[in-house]
């Protein structure tokens, strides 16, 4: 009777052992499928968004396919051609004007400005061919007379204007010689004792551009330089030259 009954304990035992196992063995088996699915839909999600992604790659390419087209068929652009810009304000387009221009008129009229030396006399007498005038008309003494006369009212307006001097200090050489009065420009080349060299007018000019005007120097070529040397020159017109002279 024990023993049937250890034996019976224990198959009870084992049966009972079985089916735990076996429920524990199975048991993923019944969740398997919601993980599978939510796998697959996970799967599907990355499928379309990788699709729209792509979709959207494309659209982009075609527009800017579409941009670069158009770019191709649209009449090129011409652009204006940059002009230069004049040495200073005004100058360079004002000459470009008619040989009388209000400019110069004006300038004359509000300084003291020397006229032009009459060379009419150069078309009288010998006009044979090989003669140095001999080719030389009307035409040409106007031309010469209003080429220069131009560069000698551009030296007045730039002598009476501290802006185009460059002064720092409102300065101009007017301020100092009224009309060109007292340049002595007669006098040069001299000895100056500002400079404390043998000096030409235009080195005196850069002095007083440095000193009483606070402004930079000027070169030789500097259209302004050029200017006002022709201006401070005619106004000495009718003084005889005594270079050296204090």
């Known amino acids: 009777m024990k023993y049937s009954t250890f034996v019976l304990a224990g198959v009870v035992l084992f049966t009972a052992v079985c089916v735990t196992s076996a429920q524990w063995r199975f048991a993923p088996a019944r969740r398997m499928p919601a993980a599978v699915q939510d796998v697959k839909e996970a799967v599907e999600t990355v ?3 990788a699709a729209a992604a792509a979709d959207v790659k ?7 396919k579409k941009v670069v087209k158009a770019e191709e068929a649209a009449p090129a652009e011409t652009k204006p051609e940059a002009k230069p810009e ?3 304000p005004g100058t360079n387009d004002q000459w470009k004007d008619s040989l009388d221009a209000d400019w110069a008129a004006k300038e004359a009229a509000a300084h003291k400005v020397p006229e032009h030396f009459n060379n009419r006399s150069v078309l009288r007498g010998d006009q044979r061919e090989g003669h140095a005038y001999g080719r030389y008309t009307e035409a040409d003494l106007r031309l010469w007379e209003a080429e220069t006369t131009r560069l000698v009212m551009e030296g007045s307006r730039i002598f009476h204007s501290a802006e185009l001097l460059g002064s ?3 300065v101009s050489c007017d301020m100092c010689h009224p009309d060109g009065e007292g340049t002595h420009a007669e006098t040069y080349p001299k000895y100056q004792v500002q400079l404390g060299r043998a000096a030409l007018l235009r080195d005196m000019m850069n002095w007083c551009l440095q000193n009483p005007c606070r402004a930079e120097p000027m070169s030789g070529d500097d259209p302004r330089m050029r200017a006002m040397e022709a201006y401070i020159q005619a106004t000495a017109s009718g003084k005889p030259m005594k270079y050296g002279k204090h």
Do not use: H, W, Y
């Open 168 to 170: 720092t200090n409102g």
């Open 86 to 88: 004049p040495a200073f």
């Open 58 to 64: 494309t659209a982009v390419k075609d527009e800017i």
């Open 47 to 49: 499928k379309e968004n």
